[in-house]
């Protein structure tokens, strides 16, 4: 999880020109790191390519819409890298 | 092409969902009120109409690899280069290859040229959605008669 987050961290840092000491595995990328919607663009292809995986964008944002998930579950970095490091390990089983 | 009407492809030459690319072709009217005012003396297309040249490619490639079930509405242009002069009669070959195919998003590259020259280049991002409505459905499957978009191309 910690090398997850610093490589997530070192991507939104880079990406969005945000100050690398500023995001902590509290961070709320949203909420706290002002990341839009269409930045976040960006950081889910630096993740998708970095990780070899698909980051599920469209299925969260609907959980989130329809009320069955709150912005916190995958927005909130440690939840985040936490995500990413169950579908390495889904892509890993699979393979 | 009918720039006012941002009708920039002409036909598809060759779509190939499996490389994931598309082969356009475009032909610069001779005239247009575009280029009565860019620039008088000296008409040039615009390089944001290059762009949309280069973004309606890239979107007929993700329309056909998404089966003509989603729209890609065009979200950000990465890199877009200038390199040369596209002059009203001249005919544009474009192509557009997917870089990146994401949840609910996807990246291409797409190039330009004239007679062999790249023109122009960009790296395009797209956020797709199902067709909003029945209207602009029913326009994309009558641009796609008129520019050729091969049906088979499509997952029966």
Known sequence: MSSTFDQVATIIAETCDIPRDTITPDSHAIDDLGIDSLDFLDIAFAIDKAFGIKLPLEKWTQEVNDGKATTEQYFVLKNLCARIDELVAAKGASA | ?156
């Open chain 2, 1 to 156: 092409m009918h720039l006012e009407y941002f009708q920039m492809i002409d036909r598809i030459l060759d779509l190939n969902t499996v490389e994931k690319k598309i082969t356009v072709e475009a032909h610069v009217p001779a005239q247009s009120t575009i280029f009565e005012g860019h620039f008088p003396g000296y008409p040039i297309m615009p390089g944001v109409l290059l762009i949309e040249s280069m973004a309606q490619t890239s979107g007929w490639l993700l329309v056909a690899l998404m089966n003509f079930q989603r729209m890609p509405f065009l979200a950000a242009v990465k890199e877009a280069k200038m390199r040369g002069f596209v002059s009203p009669g001249e005919t544009l070959t474009i192509d557009a290859g997917l870089v990146h195919e994401g949840s609910g998003y996807a990246i291409t590259e797409a190039k330009i040229r004239v007679g062999g020259k790249l023109r122009s280049n960009s790296t395009l991002t797209f956020s797709h959605v199902p067709f909003p409505n029945p209207d602009l459905r029913g326009h994309m499957d009558a641009v796609a008669k008129r520019i050729g978009f091969p049906q088979q191309a499509l997952q029966t």
